[in-house]
């Protein structure tokens, strides 16, 4: 039987009770006041409507979620969540809107929003003690007025983090400068971690900042040296990158400098095994 296949994928009223024991494990909870004393059922209400006892508010499993205010039946939202999640190379708002049957406009707004919901917060840094990190970059796209020539001058420039067996961040900078990189690296990166790269210059110091850093001569045709490689950021690319990239709706222009690219990838807390690590 297909993943897909269960009952809160295809009936709104399942969906809402699998939204309220994952979200309610220990019953219902005021969204408003954080309460759980005296939440009554509201009768002749619609289902899963509830009254808070304290604060004299009505509300339902959707208040506070990406699903609130939304005229989308609730088991196609969770559809579009599963979907958005266990797709490696994302799912477009086009792709989408041919799955689920909705119009396009209703396609782009639930990719949006669950988009946002992944959005990485103030997330602790990645890596720790005995973890690696792999720092790469890549550039994809074309600037706005920029005239396409030879290098990547008129390209977004994109800078990679991924810690084997982890997660990954990717972030949209002005340039490839050790200026432009360390910043970022030094914030998400934790101190006690060995770094990989390749023998680019603006990585020549990372080790003043790191435990260990190591790196690969690509320009000598060496790619990995035992297990010391970047071969899991350049795997990230080569879903990340070309045609794939332009179909997650990503628009690099409008991306802020520190905001990791949302891309429909999965968030980190759905990373198998994944645990912060402190030095």
């Not at 004393?37 to 508010?57: D, F």
């Not at 045609?243 to 905001?259: H, P, Q």
Request: charged share 25%.
């Amino acid at each position: 039987m297909s993943v897909l296949s269960a009952p809160y994928f295809h009936d709104a009223d399942a969906a809402r009770e699998e939204l309220e024991r994952t979200l309610w494990p220990n019953g219902p909870v005021c969204p408003r006041c954080g309460g759980m004393e005296r939440i009554t059922v509201v009768k002749g209400g619609r289902a899963g409507l509830y009254r808070c006892g304290p604060c004299k508010r009505q509300f339902t499993v959707t208040v506070g979620t990406v699903f609130e205010s939304s005229h989308v039946p609730l088991n196609l939202w969770l559809q579009a969540v599963y979907l958005m999640c266990s797709s490696k190379k994302g799912i477009s708002s086009h792709q989408l809107m041919r799955t689920l049957g909705v119009q396009y406009k209703t396609a782009w707004f639930m990719t949006h929003r669950i988009r946002e919901a992944m959005k990485a917060g103030n997330l602790p840094p990645i890596g720790g003690a005995g973890a690696t990190v792999e720092i790469d970059e890549t550039f994809i796209g074309k600037k706005q007025g920029e005239r396409v020539r030879r290098g990547y001058a008129h390209k977004h420039a994109v800078l990679t983090l991924v810690e084997r067996g982890g997660s990954a961040r990717s972030f949209h900078v002005e340039g490839t400068k050790a200026a432009d990189l360390l910043p970022i690296i030094k914030a998400h990166v934790a101190s006690c971690t060995r770094v990989m790269t390749d023998e680019a210059g603006q990585y020549a110091h990372l080790g003043k900042h790191f435990t260990e850093h190591d790196f690969v001569r690509r320009g000598m045709g060496e790619y990995a040296r035992g297990l010391i490689h970047t071969n899991t950021v350049e795997g990230f690319y080569s879903v990340f990158t070309g045609r794939r990239a332009r179909s997650m709706d990503l628009n690099v222009a409008t991306l802020g400098r520190e905001n990791p690219l949302l891309v429909g990838l999965r968030p980190e807390t759905r990373v198998k095994g994944y645990s912060p690590r402190v030095c």
